[in-house]
């Protein structure tokens, strides 16, 4: 990797980072009651998280500097971390939605509070899902750095909405300005592609792709009926 695409990637994911753990802290720091209802398994996936955003840091390191061998020995802990954001998130989401449907947010027996639920819970699984195809797609590409690289970054930027979305909050910016901030974010790598390597690599392309979907499926899928019926029925008979 060229000293100046290291120090770019370097500096791209400590932004990110930096992006959503300042969402929380954002949040915490305006809602300090939100701490009381940080349980076991929220702390957990917050733990696993944050490993896996320092551990994209220190691999950008690592590569930048000719440590292949520390980089390949640290990145098997990936596959725990990422089985552990999986894990825990998922118990978590489940523990929010029967809280939420306790206080009558995710009523399953209000047609409009299970359109709510879907939209959450699908926006939530599609989420990590792609999450887990961009990380096992960048596992795949191990001997291609560049596509490596850039499929664990949009791994990262993947997972954004998650501290991006308390920010969004707090500042009360439309719901909107999440995909707008994170339609930059991709920008920026189709731009640095394009100036830097003089074309666009199809590891951003289909990034860029599986992020579209999420969007239009949050925005389409996720807040039809059928579809809170389905997600509710579900996540009752669990």
Not at 14 to 42: C, E, K, Q, Y
Not at 71 to 86: D, E, M, Q, T, Y
């Amino acid at each position: 990797m060229s000293s100046s695409g290291s120090k770019f990637y370097l500096l791209f994911s400590l932004f990110i980072t930096f992006v959503v753990i300042g969402g929380f802290a954002l949040h915490w720091s305006f809602n300090p009651s939100a701490l009381d209802r940080v349980t076991m398994w929220i702390g957990l996936h917050g733990a696993f998280s944050t490993a896996w955003y320092l551990l994209l840091i220190n691999q950008i390191r690592l590569s930048s500097i000719g440590k292949y061998s520390a980089h390949k020995a640290l990145g098997k802990f990936s596959v725990f971390i990422v089985i552990g954001i999986l894990v825990t998130g998922s118990v978590m989401v489940f523990e929010f939605y029967h809280r939420m449907a306790g206080f009558g947010v995710f009523n399953p027996e209000d047609a409009q509070a299970r359109i709510r639920a879907g939209s959450f819970l699908g926006g939530v699984f599609l989420q990590w899902l792609i999450f887990l195809i961009l990380y096992v797609l960048g596992i795949l590409n191990i001997k291609n750095q560049a596509h490596h690289k850039r499929f664990m970054i949009a791994a990262a930027i993947q997972m954004m909405p998650e501290g991006l979305n308390r920010a969004v909050h707090i500042l009360t910016l439309p719901n909107y300005s999440m995909y707008i901030f994170m339609s930059l974010i991709y920008a920026v790598l189709i731009v640095y592609d394009l100036k830097a390597k003089k074309r666009l690599y199809v590891s951003t392309f289909s990034s860029v792709v599986l992020f579209c979907v999420l969007v239009l499926a949050m925005n389409t899928l996720f807040k039809s009926q059928a579809w809170g019926d389905f997600a509710v029925k579900v996540i009752t008979g669990l």
